[in-house]
């Protein structure tokens, strides 16, 4: 007698059995991604990973951050005392200037980073200009295909719930096969994630990269994450990539002559809150570790340092709470002055008691000036006093009662380029502990969490009214009610220069949606599809020619949505 099986009950069967192994599977995956991450990270999303993360008391907080600050700025100064600077350059900025970096930067940043990182490991969000919270978190090489062709990538987490992909720029054959894309932001691709440091590589990483996205630095390009969502096999070969990597760095940095060897660069905190902010913050104040974001700025005003204008030099941190600036600290490395402030708690600095309102000396970028100069003559008269000077760090502290015979004193700082949160942050945080302001050009508060950047320059001002002078002007035509005069100078004298061209060449199945955004103040972007690829061995790779022109101001942060015709994929 035979057993039959009905089809369909066979089919149920199959199908429960595809489901248990499925299940067996993917949770095999999560397990074994899970152990890349920091602290178990899942590895979709590290948004998930803070909510049980605990407090941290911001006064002690704030005492790692002093500690931090000096012990970057002993990196700082002994590398320039060394005269051994390593200076390299990451790129240039928007506007064209050399973004500098040197050892001082990758030094100072690297005892910043892991004295903070040690002290609160429970705090995810750390941010710092040395490039290295990214790297902490992620670092993975990767093997990627666009079109046919492989290319190399690196993996970043940026934030808590994205991931940045940066491909490496590579020639194909003699073809202009290059790929240059900016980055590609995956918000909920199961990306694993190593917290295996790449300190090592940290500066070579972050120059490969620089050297890749130079011609497209300003776009972020998204796509869908099914194209970059890379099955097990193909992953794997991250780990390649990676040792290939470390071995192709390590001997970089075990040059640096000044680096003992057994300098570790974990200092750890000693738990001990200085007499000074005891004095200052009587009890401890708890916040929850997952609303905490931390800046670190490593060197500021690093054009300076390679000038040896020592005076502008600066470390800072800066503590946000929901994006709010909180707690910050600027430090002077060359004259050993410490500035600290905890918004409603206490600080070791003070405004001073008056301020020239009327025709304020105006302190700006020596190095990144843009157009500054021309706004604020027109907007405060011809009679205003212009400070140029390095460092925004050394800036705010020109607002305030600073003992130092270095400091220079001004009764208001005003950038209008592109700038960096890590380099604003912490003189946010004193000048809003002391009473005063830093905004935007159009008076918008900062929020110091997401993006890296802010695009609507910076005005920053105490004991004046702050609001005047966002809308009253020496300039009378220039003033209305619709906004600032100092914005309608900014956009007038925008720093951007007129035509910027871009090459930006992309694969991908045709039809595919590509989303540019601009990021640059100032320009409207236009898409025009460039020939493509001209070596054979690179047939699916196609480009995107994407010309900026002279236009109206784009709206801050509002992305240019470009999908390139189908015939350029
Ligand atoms: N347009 C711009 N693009 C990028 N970074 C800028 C910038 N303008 C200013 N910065 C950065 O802001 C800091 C202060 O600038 P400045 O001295 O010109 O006022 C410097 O930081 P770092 O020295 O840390 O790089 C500088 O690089
Ligand atoms: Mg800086």
Aim: some cysteine.
């Amino acid at each position: 007698m035979g057993i039959r099986l009905s089809p369909l009950g066979v089919a149920v069967f199959f199908l429960l059995g595809l489901g248990v192994l499925y299940h067996l599977y993917s949770g095999f995956l999560a397990g074994r991604f899970s152990l890349f991450g920091l602290g178990g990270e899942p590895a979709g999303g590290a948004a998930e990973v803070a909510v049980d993360g605990g407090t941290v008391d911001l006064r002690e907080m704030l005492a790692v951050a002093v500690l931090a600050a000096e012990r970057g700025g002993d990196e700082v100064r002994r590398v320039r005392e060394s005269n051994v600077l390593h200076e390299k350059s990451k790129g240039k900025t928007r506007e064209g200037a050399e973004d500098k970096m040197t050892s001082g930067d990758v030094l100072s940043n690297r005892k910043m980073f892991y004295l903070l990182k040690t002290a609160f490991p429970n705090v995810q969000d750390v941010n710092s200009q040395g490039g290295l919270g990214n790297l902490e978190y992620t670092g993975a090489g990767v093997s990627l295909t666009l079109g046919s062709s492989p290319v190399a990538a690196y993996v970043y987490k940026t934030h808590k719930s994205s991931y940045t992909v940066y491909i490496e720029e590579k020639a194909v054959g003699t073809g202009l096969c290059l790929v240059a894309i900016a980055s590609i932001t995956l918000t909920s691709c199961p990306v694993p994630i190593t917290h295996q440091c790449l300190l090592p590589n940290a500066l070579l990483l972050w120059e490969q990269t620089r050297n890749a996205l130079h011609l497209a630095s300003t776009f972020v390009i998204s796509r869908p994450c099914s194209i970059l969502c890379l099955p097990p096999p193909v992953w794997q070969s991250y780990t390649d990539r990676y040792t290939e990597l470390n071995a192709s760095t390590a001997s970089m940095i075990n040059t640096e002559e000044h680096v003992d060897a057994s300098d570790k660069e974990v200092i750890v905190w000693n738990r001990k809150i200085p007499e000074d902010i005891l004095k200052e913050i009587a009890a401890p104040k708890e916040v929850p570790a997952e609303s905490v974001t931390v800046w670190i700025d490593p060197l500021d005003a690093t054009q300076e340092y390679t000038e040896d204008l020592r005076k502008y030099v600066t470390t800072m941190v800066c503590v946000a709470v929901n994006g709010k600036p909180v707690l910050g600290v600027i430090h002077k490395p060359f004259s050993e002055y410490t500035a600290w402030a905890m918004v409603d708690s206490g600080s070791n600095v003070k405004a001073r008691s008056s301020y020239n309102e009327k025709t304020p000396k105006i302190i700006v970028s020596r190095s990144h000036a843009g157009m500054v100069k021309q706004v604020a003559l027109q907007t405060f008269g011809n009679q205003t006093l212009i400070i140029p000077a390095g460092g925004a760090g050394y800036k705010v502290l020109a607002l305030l009662d600073v003992p130092d015979m270095t400091q220079e004193k001004a009764d208001l700082y005003i950038h209008v380029t592109y700038i960096k949160k890590w380099d604003i942050c912490a003189g946010n945080a004193i000048l809003k502990a002391l009473g005063g302001h830093m905004t935007t050009l159009s008076g918008e508060e900062i929020s110091y969490t997401g993006s890296d950047g802010i695009e609507g320059g910076l005005l920053a001002s105490i004991r004046m009214n702050h609001q005047a002078l966002m809308l009253s002007s020496e300039v009378g035509e220039h003033s209305s009610h619709e906004g600032s005069a100092l914005v309608t100078q900014a956009q007038k004298y925008s720093g951007v220069p007129t035509i910027l061209t871009f090459l930006v060449i992309v694969g991908g199945h045709p039809g595919t949606t590509w989303k540019v955004q601009a990021e640059t103040i100032g320009i409207v972007l236009a898409a025009t599809t460039y020939g493509g690829c001209v070596a054979p061995q690179c047939p699916k790779i196609s480009a995107g020619y994407l010309k900026s022109q002279s236009a109206k101001p784009l709206t801050p942060s509002a992305p240019s949505h470009i999908t390139l015709p189908k015939a350029s994929l």
